[in-house]
């Protein structure tokens, strides 16, 4: 599966930016799709998981109520909405469909 993320930036504190990740030869919904993220110097984390075919979804409990999974099938892209984001959430962020994974999208929260 060819897994492909953007939507990454530079954001100030409390601000917003979504994340988009979709997958060439397939469709998302046939897949469990997972963010994750890394920062320097630290493991990779999940943040955020949606379930395949159906809306289940999980988060890591630093970003519950900052971060929303979604996954829209007419555009085949599962979308990972970020909000109140904090400067502790800058890492590289990863979409992993299956077993594959993209290319990482850099986010930085700094003022």
């Known amino acids: 599966v060819h897994v492909v993320e953007f939507g990454g930036g530079l954001v100030q504190p409390g601000g917003s930016l979504r994340l988009s990740c979709t997958t060439s030869g397939t469709t998302v919904n046939e897949w469990a799709i997972r963010w994750y993220r890394q920062a320097p110097g630290k493991e990779r984390e999940m943040v955020a998981a949606i379930d395949s075919y159906v809306d289940n979804v999980h988060y890591e409990d630093s970003v519950k109520g900052r971060f929303t999974i979604s996954r829209d099938n007419a555009k085949n892209t599962v979308y990972l909405q970020m909000n109140s984001l904090r400067p502790e959430d800058t890492a590289v962020y990863y979409c992993?469909?299956?077993?594959?994974w993209g290319q990482g999208t850099q986010v930085t929260v700094s003022s």
């Open positions: 992993r469909a299956g077993g594959d």
